[in-house]
């Protein structure tokens, strides 16, 4: 079993990095109990300036010789605990079990930017490992000193720096009072992959041995002394107001306390229960608000706006050709819609802070912890340096989920009520309030050459446009009590893919950049990439069937990317590939057995996935199996392969759950889809079999591995519903009745 | 303040009653400090919350505490530590079938539950078996290889 790398994360708020340096001593072996005497909060932890172009930011070196890293990403559930180790202590030659990391803390860890956009390792990792690079530089510089040797003769193993005349020094002696104090080198050499010990080896999660037994502190889990419970009562409609409050309808509810600023009510207790009760029985009255345009309408408003702006994203070849695209009448046309839909995490957004009138601190689950200490220190109306921001798990995320505004609730109960406050959304609250991914309108038109190739392909895309420069998302506690938030809205990057990856002698792709969505947006898991994709390599497979062709050979034939070309070998040969048109020929019966398949190089820069699968439909029902999924990935250099192929079955049964079953469903109120029976998740009972194939290239940069498999996944389930039906199914969910509807 | 006494973890533990229809899950997690049992929906729904009442898997968030009086309540602490894991844990960490790990509590029980049940399992019936129980993260392939390890191991 894995050593228990992670200190309980309960400690973590009340350390100061002067105390997790000197901790070393106190730590015997690895198991890094709470040994460390706990600090009050306040002075002792103001945070100071952590730049990024120091050394000392990232990294620390104890006199016995372990490490402590500070990270500004965190782990979501993806394996980065074991990676920035393994990263880290590569470059240091130190073992992951000497190797404690802190996370997310805006008060320990420099500001990386938030954990988004498979940035993880690519990014965040990258400048760790730049981090650990320079620190080796200088131990070795330092050492080089202390015994009187030049820096060639000597060598950096196990925690130790080694002469060629034996004699040798730990590094942990070689730090001293202020840290290596050096510059980031951004040149420091990297070991040669050919010497890799720790990289790119499937060693286990730390943090998984505590998860499976119950022990894992989760920012739900975590207790502050004197902490109250809170819960915020979200209104009825979107932008109804607060008319009147009867409090007497909790009276009798033991210590129940119900704050109210403008519109936002919310009520704490010490007994949780009590606040979850008094949650559902305060009566409140609000005024009626049908502000919303309700589910059914989300594409005519994509297409009618307003729009804020029209872009041409990408514009190559003979333009000529593209203008000749809408009168001609051979091209082929077709709609892809995408809906709007929730994050969906499993468990609740919750959250603790505590404001005193001196300072305060806020335990988040928050991807951007560092970017959100200036939205709480606006709440609060306090200097950020009064403020300290922990990350402490969540439920998994996928993007910004209700998280950033559980906080918002506790800072601004705590503030109210002077004390601890924990706030628990609801699950109503969360699928309800959660901010969504965005729906997405493409059309797509293309004419093929006499021999079957792309001759002119347009993409025109609807979507909503993220604002520039926004500082965060508006977040829900703060505009219900009418305090200044940000105006705009984020989505993320997501005109990405939305050209073919194969040759054309035209393509053009242009957005039509839609104001403020239906629902609050944010990024979700590959934003835009997931519908584009689907759009895109469903496109590809009604040309390569109105050419007659085999979709596997219709690819291949001119890809020029080699990378690309391999993970399409891979994923054919996995999946026992059949070369021919689509549909098959046959069906037995009344269920119709396809195969399809999809491919994308993510952000057409990074990670390179193919994708394949095999379905049955119930031409009856119109119900769709999944049998099995395969899957070619090449990330390039590849940390850990085990926390890589995690990523990779995560993206591909989330993606099957979001193209199959998901979609926010709502009104001209409020949103209606607020259990897990009405927004569907997939199941157990429906779990494909899953065949992976990761392709490692230790010659190549690191790539992300959090997002690029999901993008394949809808347009490969469509292309095998095309081939077992003949029926191609452009809106997502694919629902067993609107697929029976196509079939009649 | 009246109190309930329920037997968790073979223990005899009293639980301030103050309502007795609180679901058992505020009073393990609140009241008692045993937090592995997890919130997800309140409704039944999800399975984040289950524990084992006289051995069957039992969503804890709908249950209450008045009902539990007399029966015994297995958290997935009771079933093993983090250096001693019950077996079907310590074939979940050998798959590191976790990515956030918040519905893991669910999965973890509900193996258990099945295995007692039914000691050689095919993959079928572990997926039916674990049919109400929801994961966003996608480590449903690993939960079912889990079992089947965690099945494997008591053949031994």
Known sequence: ?744 | MPTITINVNGSARAVDAWDPEMPLLYALRSQLGLRAAKFGCGLGQCGACTVLVDDAPVRSCTLALKDVAGRRVVTAEGLGTIERPHPVQAAFIVEQAAQCGYCTNGMVMGAVALLGRVPRPTREQAQQALAGNLCRCGSHDRVLRAVQRAADASRT
């Not at chain 1, 990408?314 to 091209?331: E, F, H, N, P, Y």
């Not at chain 1, 399809?596 to 820069?605: E, V």
């Open chain 1, 1 to 744: 079993m894995a050593a228990q790398l992670d200190r309980p994360a309960r400690v973590a708020p009340t350390l100061t990095r002067r105390a997790l340096l000197e901790a070393g001593a106190l730590v015997v072996g690895f198991g890094f109990a709470p040994v460390v005497s706990a600090q009050p909060q306040g002075a002792a932890d103001t945070p100071r300036h952590l730049p990024l172009d120091r050394v000392d930011s990232f990294l620390a070196i104890r006199g016995d010789g372990t490490v402590v890293v500070h990270s500004g990403k965190v782990d979501l559930g993806t394996g980065h605990r074991i990676a920035m180790r393994q990263m880290v202590g590569e470059e240091l030659a130190v073992g992951v079990d000497r190797i404690e990391l802190i996370e997310g803390d805006t008060a320990l860890t420099p500001n990386q930017g938030p954990t988004a956009g498979s940035s993880g390792v690519m990014r965040g990792g990258v400048e760790l490992r730049q981090a650990a690079a320079t620190a080796r530089e200088a131990l070795l510089t330092l050492a080089a000193e202390r015994l009187q040797r030049p820096v060639a003769e000597l060598t950096l193993a196990d925690g130790e720096v080694r002469a060629a005349d034996g004699r040798r020094v730990a590094i942990g002696a070689l730090v001293g009072e202020r840290g290596l104090d050096v510059a980031m080198n951004p040149k420091a050499p990297l070991k040669p992959p050919s010497q890799y010990v720790l990289v790119g080896k499937p060693l286990p999660r730390p943090d998984v041995p505590a998860k499976v037994t119950g022990r894992h502190v989760y920012v739900h889990d975590h207790v502050v002394p004197g902490m109250l419970h809170g819960r915020v009562l979200r209104p009825p409609a979107v932008g109804a107001k607060v008319e009147a409050i009867d409090e007497s309808s909790v009276a009798a509810l033991p210590g129940v306390r119900v704050v109210r600023i403008a519109d936002f009510v919310g009520v704490v207790a010490g007994d949780e229960w009590a606040a979850v009760r008094a949650a559902r029985e305060l009566k409140v009255r609000w005024s009626t608000s049908t502000t919303l345009i309700g589910h059914d309408a989300v594409i005519d408003w994509a297409r009618t706006g307003p729009f804020v702006a029209e872009e041409v994203i990408v514009a190559k070849g003979d333009g000529q050709r593209i203008a000749a695209l809408a009168s001609a009448t051979d091209a082929i046309r077709a709609t892809y819609s995408w809906p709007i839909q929730s994050h969906g995490s499993i468990g609740p957004s919750c959250a603790v802070a505590d404001v005193r009138a001196d300072g305060g601190t806020v335990w988040t689950a928050s991807q951007a912890s560092h970017r959100f200490l200036a939205t709480f220190a606006a709440l609060v109306d306090m200097p950020r340096a009064r403020l300290r921001v922990v990350y402490l798990d969540g439920a998994g995320c996928y993007g910004m989920n209700g998280h950033d505004d559980a906080a918002a609730d506790a800072v601004l109960l705590s503030k109210a009520v002077g004390k601890p406050v924990r706030v628990q959304w609801s699950r109503e609250d969360e699928l309800g309030w959660d901010p969504k991914g965005p729906p997405q309108l493409l059309e797509l038109q293309a004419t093929l050459t006499g021999d079957g190739r792309i001759d002119a392909w347009a993409t025109e895309m609807w979507v909503p446009r993220a604002t520039a420069n926004l500082e965060w998302v508006p977040l829900l506690a703060p505009l219900a009590a009418g305090m200044r938030q940000p105006v705009g809205q984020s989505v993320g990057l997501v005109s990405q893919n939305g050209d073919p990856p194969y040759p054309a002698n035209a393509i053009k792709v242009s957005a039509h950049w839609l104001g403020p969505a239906p629902l609050r947006p944010s990024n979700i898991r590959a934003p835009g990439k997931v519908a584009n994709c689907f759009a895109v390599e469903s496109f590809v497979d009604e040309l390569a069937a109105k050419a007659k062709l085999d979709p596997l050979a219709f690819r291949l034939r001119d890809l020029a990317s080699p990378r690309g070309a391999e993970v399409l070998r891979r994923v054919a040969q996995l999946i026992g590939w059949q070369a021919r048109p689509s549909p098959a020929a046959t069906s037995r019966g009344n269920l119709a057995a396809g195969r399809g398949l999809a491919y994308i190089h993510y952000k057409n820069s990074e990670t390179y996935v193919a994708l394949a699968m095999e379905v049955e439909v119930d031409r009856g029902s119109g119900e769709i199996a999944v049998r099995r999924v395969c899957c070619a990935h090449d990330c390039g250099l590849m940390i850990n392969p085990d926390a890589v192929r995690a990523q990779v079955e995560g993206n591909i049964l989330q993606t099957l759950s979001r193209t199959l079953y998901e979609e926010t469903t709502f009104d001209r109120a409020r949103v209606t889809s607020v259990d897990w029976a009405s927004y569907r998740l997939l199941r157990f009972p429906a779990v494909p079999r899953l065949e992976i194939a990761l392709i490692d290239r230790p010659d190549q940069p690191p790539l992300g591995a959090g997002e690029a498999a999901a993008s394949p996944v809808p347009a490969a389930l469509a292309n095998a519903v095309f081939d077992a039906t003949g029926v191609r199914l452009r809106s997502v969910p694919f629902s067993a009745a609107k697929l029976k509807a196509l079939l009649a």
